[in-house]
């Protein structure tokens, strides 16, 4: 599932600039603009994925097409406008996916994936208690044990500086095991 209220083009970089429309203003263009609701700069990022979730996101996107909605954008919430926004996950009724009902369609999901992974014989189940922001944890702490680094992880999380990432994550990295001797004893063979 999609952390993002946005959707992605086949493939997988973001919609065009967002619409400056009205409320009531057409909604029939089949190239409708998109809301992107951030607040800073660096959270705009493309986040490249593996082929199982890019084969995924397209049979999704082939099952149900981004739909068109009118939205409340509140990326500042003392002038909330009215936009169109196409979005790739919607709620039953096809519309946004709203912060109240955000965590039964949650629930259900978390209900869905351990079922899944029952099914298939895996001994892996998501907690009853796990939340979206979890897996934004897991997800960098999969980075961080797969060797990526602190500028890596911080450009994938959209941390505004590495510092951040490391007041958070610093735990992660501490817990691998110290090669550095390794690698200047690497870098020294080679000298005669």
């Given at each position: ?155 994938r999380l959209g941390h505004a500086k590495p510092s951040i990432t490391l007041n958070v994550y610093t735990h992660l990295w501490e817990a691998e095991e110290d090669r550095t001797a390794d690698m200047m004893e690497s870098a020294l063979n080679d000298v005669p």
């Amino acid at each position: 599932m999609s952390t993002t209220p946005y959707s992605a083009s086949p493939d997988c970089t973001t919609w065009p600039s967002p619409d400056k429309g009205k409320p009531g203003s057409d909604t029939s263009s089949d190239d409708p603009k998109i809301i992107y609701g951030t607040r800073l700069r660096q959270s705009y990022r493309s986040v490249p994925q593996g082929r199982s979730v890019v084969d995924e996101i397209a049979r999704h996107r082939e099952k149900f097409p981004p739909r068109i909605v009118h939205i409340e954008d509140r990326t500042n919430p003392r002038k909330p406008v009215w936009r169109h926004a196409r979005l790739l996950y919607t709620s039953e009724t096809g519309g946004a996916i709203r912060r109240g009902s955000w965590a039964k369609v949650w629930a259900r999901n978390v209900k869905r994936a351990n079922t899944h992974l029952r099914e298939s014989g895996s001994k892996v189940r998501v907690p009853q208690d796990t939340t979206l922001h979890d897996l934004r944890h897991f997800y960098a702490s999969v980075l961080i044990k797969n060797g990526a680094t602190p500028k890596q992880v911080q450009m994938r999380l959209g941390h505004a500086k590495p510092s951040i990432t490391l007041n958070v994550y610093t735990h992660l990295w501490e817990a691998e095991e110290d090669r550095t001797a390794d690698m200047m004893e690497s870098a020294l063979n080679d000298v005669p």
